[in-house]
């Protein structure tokens, strides 16, 4: 597992695995799904190429692409305690400084 700072974010995203997500999740109470690995993947892409962590906006409009309305809502019930608090976290992303919720 790579090392986490305090908070439970990775310290260096880029020593995320897929396996690493798998063990986030687990503490984090949620078993991934398919739809949980494609929330992941789109951050990790975004991340590669923008070297920070996407705005739930951003990750909001890929799901609206991919399913159509009720993005926001699903965004949401993917993980339940925050795009910020979860979905970060499992991605491998550090912890956001500034963040909007969608």
């Known amino acids: 597992m790579p090392l986490l700072d305090a908070d439970g974010y990775l310290v260096e995203p880029r020593e995320w ?3 690493a997500a798998v063990e986030l999740a687990r503490r984090e109470g949620i ?5 949980h690995w494609e929330v992941i993947r789109f951050m990790r892409a975004w ?28 965004l949401f019930e993917l993980f339940p305690y925050g795009y910020p ?9 550090r912890r956001p400084r500034a ?3 969608g």
């Open 17 to 19: 695995t897929e396996a």
């Open 99 to 101: 963040w909007s919720t």
């Open 47 to 74: 991340y590669d190429e923008h070297q920070v962590a996407a705005d739930a906006r951003f990750v909001i409009r890929h799901l609206q692409r991919r399913q159509g309305e009720g993005a926001r809502n699903r």
């Open 85 to 93: 608090g979860q979905a970060c976290r499992i991605a491998g992303m």
């Open 31 to 35: 078993a991934l799904t398919d739809e």
